[in-house]
């Protein structure tokens, strides 16, 4: 069964960091650029970050540019987002999504990604 399992959240000050971690299980994610999102309650969902297969190609929303960074370790099946710098408008459920290889080429669209995690909640909250 093809399942993404996201992990990391937790509630952390402002200017802290976490790091969120999406594992695969059931097939092996080095052929799929992935990416992570965001919903915030009452906001629609945001396209945060995406990585393409091989790593070499990374976009991000303007709002996390210079604060997340997003890298994938395939030995592990695992892609993980760096997140410093919280502020309390990164208070959101974060998921993570595969998508075909080339996805991630022009942007962080949701609608282009097939499989989908649970998510994790993250708050930034003093």
């Known amino acids: 069964q093809l399942q993404l399992v996201e992990s990391g959240g937790g509630l952390v000050q402002p200017g802290g960091s976490l790091r969120l971690s999406c594992a695969a299980s059931g097939f092996s994610l080095d052929s799929y650029a992935i990416g992570w999102f965001r919903q915030a309650p009452g906001k629609e969902r945001e396209g945060v970050s995406c990585i393409s297969t091989s790593g070499l190609r990374t976009n991000y929303a303007n709002s996390v540019k210079g604060r997340f960074t997003i890298s994938r370790d395939n030995a592990k099946n695992t892609v993980y987002l760096q997140m410093n710098s919280l502020k309390p408008e990164d208070t959101a459920v974060y998921y993570c999504?595969?998508?075909?290889?080339?996805?991630?080429?022009?942007?962080?669209?949701?609608?282009?990604?097939?499989?989908w995690g649970q998510g994790t909640q993250v708050t930034v909250s003093s």
């Open positions: 999504a595969a998508g075909r290889a080339y996805v991630c080429f022009t942007g962080v669209e949701a609608y282009k990604y097939d499989y």
